[in-house]
């Protein structure tokens, strides 16, 4: 479950910021990110929730719904629930990826009065960017670029919405790395693609709302034959994070009948810049031969 997006007001962003800066940086344990995460997600209606309501909705002790909120300095839940409840507002300018089918977003944005739908749309592209810095600590990255390279083929998985972030991650990576193979071909199927992939291998996956079955059997295939698995997803407690090894995080809100995946670009062009510091002048001799041979067509 994910709640419904609310827009806040400035002040109220400031806080909802320094509550989600504050739980990344705080040292919780797998089922306090757990919960963490679904609060997040689930703002407007956790501020809601008794901390045995959310206990009982996640799966864990209402001991460790009280151990988060004293771990994130509050005296318990409560004044937590305090805090959160202050930021919310019944105001809901922006949709949110839980609400996945198009012709339903599309329903909800013609509800809305947008007419300055330019400058509401960038400032929610902005907060999407900037839970793509808040959630995913510098160790991840490097992680994640240490694992690709490590990697004798890196594949990129990344199905219907998701195959335009599958593919510039595909078209970034072939430029600097070898090894690098899309499964998306119009030959061939995904598990063909993937049908040779090994445990010197990594796979570099896609995954949002609508989120895919196709994608699961591909991840599953992965993990049976060993390969290392990196994922790009919209929380901690999506249906394929159980598989990945290195998990990005990022909101994919919009306010109109399609996903924003902007924070997912940027995801990867910053593992990119990475890569090229790592490499550096390794791959000056690749971006020349691939280049004197577009020059030769004209195509840059």
């Known amino acids: 479950m994910r709640g419904t997006a609310v827009t806040f007001t400035a002040e109220s962003e400031k806080r909802v910021n320094s509550i989600r800066a504050l739980i990344f940086n705080s040292n919780l344990t797998k089922t306090e990110q ?13 501020c809601f929730m008794t901390s045995t309501d959310i206990a009982v909705h996640l799966g864990v002790s209402e001991a460790s719904v009280i151990r988060f909120a004293k771990k994130l300095g509050y005296s ?8 959160i409840r202050s930021c919310y507002q019944k105001e809901k300018n922006q949709i949110s990826a839980s609400l996945d089918i198009p012709a339903e977003r599309l329903k909800k944005s013609r509800q809305q009065e947008d007419k300055n739908y330019i400058s509401n749309y960038a400032a929610i592209v902005q907060n999407n960017l900037t839970s793509a810095l808040v959630n995913n600590k ?3 990255y490097e992680k994640a670029i240490d694992l ?3 990697s004798q083929n890196k594949y990129i998985l990344g199905t219907r919405a998701n195959m335009g972030l599958a593919a510039d991650c595909y078209v970034l990576l072939k430029r600097i790395i070898p090894g690098v ?4 071909t119009s030959a061939a199927s995904v598990i063909d693609n993937l049908s040779d992939i090994k445990k010197e291998d990594c796979l570099i996956a896609f995954s949002f709302p ?8 591909a991840m599953e295939m992965a993990k049976d ?3 290392r698995i990196i994922l790009v997803t919209d929380r901690h407690s999506a249906p394929l994070a159980s598989y990945a090894e290195v998990i990005f995080t990022v909101d994919i809100d919009s306010n109109d009948y399609f996903n924003s995946f902007v924070a997912g670009y940027f995801i990867i062009e910053i593992l990119c810049v990475g890569m090229s510091r790592r490499l550096g ?8 031969h691939i280049d004197h041979y577009l020059d030769m067509l004209r195509i840059y």
């Open 34 to 46: 757990v919960i963490g995460d679904f609060v997040l997600d689930n703002l407007g209606d956790a």
């Open 76 to 83: 318990g839940f409560m004044e937590f629930q305090k805090t």
């Open 138 to 140: 510098w160790e991840t």
């Open 148 to 150: 690709i390279l490590g």
């Open 181 to 184: 193979i899309i499964t998306n």
């Open 210 to 217: 609508r989120y895919s079955e196709l994608d699961r059997v």
């Open 225 to 227: 034959a060993g390969a």
């Open 281 to 288: 002048n390794v791959h000056e001799e690749k971006l020349k």
